[in-house]
């Protein structure tokens, strides 16, 4: 990869705020990739409702399947791909493991800048409960949260991002804020 290809990852718990800073990037024209694709697809593929517990089984099954770094080594490719095609940093949203987090560290080394966006618990699952697609009640995102944790190794790649965004205000701070990182790393917004 060449040395002015950049990888943006953003990490976090359900409702902290990553899907809004890349849908704000994918806005401003930066290309992205989605890690939750990987699990609506073999959804589809399997004629499954798109819900939280098939959406837990089919996110188990395939690291359990393919090992617990099965979805960064399938955007990867993508990744590459939108390399090949001229684009030089790429948003990606949703990595989840520890594995995967090593495998983005160990593809791109200092070209992967991992965001953590973090949020108190009781916002996050009041986002999800309120977010137009896929709500999700208390019980579900407390199940939620406890599966990505226990089942998929969420924490370290939070605990090890390299950046953070505090998301416990309004929309607009957050993108405020991520304006700012994004300028002291001289990704232009």
């Known amino acids: 990869m060449q040395e002015n290809k950049r990888v943006v990852i953003f990490v976090g718990m359900p409702g902290a705020g990553k899907s809004t800073c890349v849908e704000y990037l994918k806005n401003k024209g930066y290309a992205t990739v989605y890690f939750g694709k990987i699990t609506f697809d073999e959804l589809k593929k399997r004629n499954l409702e798109i819900n939280q517990p098939n959406e837990k089984i089919i996110r188990e099954e395939i690291r359990q399947k393919e090992g617990k770094g099965a979805y960064a080594l399938r955007v990867l490719s993508k990744i590459e791909e939108l390399f090949e095609k001229g684009e030089n940093i790429v948003v990606v949203d949703g990595l989840y493991s520890w594995t995967e987090y090593k495998i983005f560290k160990e593809s791109f080394g200092d070209r992967s800048i991992i965001i953590g966006v973090i949020a ?9 409960k309120n977010r137009a697609i896929r709500p999700l009640n208390e019980e579900e995102s407390e199940l939620r949260d406890y599966a990505e944790i226990e089942n998929i190794e969420k924490g370290g790649p939070i605990a090890n991002a390299d950046y953070y965004l505090a998301n416990d205000f309004s929309v607009n701070d957050l993108i405020k804020d991520l304006h700012k990182l994004l300028n002291s790393l001289n990704i232009p917004i």
């Open 120 to 128: 108190p618990k009781k916002l996050r699952h009041t986002r999800l």
